[in-house]
Nanobody
Framework: QEQLVESGGGLVQPGGSLRISCAAS????????VGWFRQAPGKEREGVSC????????YYGDSVKGRFTISRDNAKNPVYLQMNSLKPEDTAVYYC?????????WGKGTLVTVSS
């Protein structure tokens, strides 16, 4: 059965760093555009970053540009999101999405809490 699993979330102080991972089972991520989304309490889900499977083009949301880095190894799982200079407003559940050929998979999310 195809599924995505996020990991690496946790509690971090403001200004700190965290790396979260997105791993797939039942398929490989190299053929998919992979994106990270987040949803804070009481807010809509927003796009954070994504990397294209076609040409490697990378997108970052304005709120994370210069602080977050998405990376992938096309040969194997997983896809990472390195988050630096974290702010309390980065607190959210982070979800991974893989999309290609009309198929879309979502993970169940990993909670990132930025607090002192």
């Amino acid at each position: 059965q195809e599924q995505l699993v996020e990991s690496g979330g946790g509690l971090v102080q403001p200004g700190g760093s965290l790396r979260i991972s997105c791993a797939a089972s039942g398929f490989t991520l190299d053929a998919y555009t992979v994106g990270w989304f987040r949803q804070a309490p009481g807010k809509e889900r927003e796009g954070v970053s994504c990397v294209s499977n076609k040409d490697g083009t990378i997108y970052y949301g304005d709120s994370v540009k210069g602080r977050f880095t998405i990376s992938r190894d096309n040969a194997k799982n997983p896809v990472y999101l390195q988050m630096n200079s974290l702010k309390p407003e980065d607190t959210a559940v982070y979800y991974c999405n893989a999309y290609a050929y009309g198929m879309s998979y979502w993970g169940k999310g990993t909670l990132v809490t930025v607090s002192s």
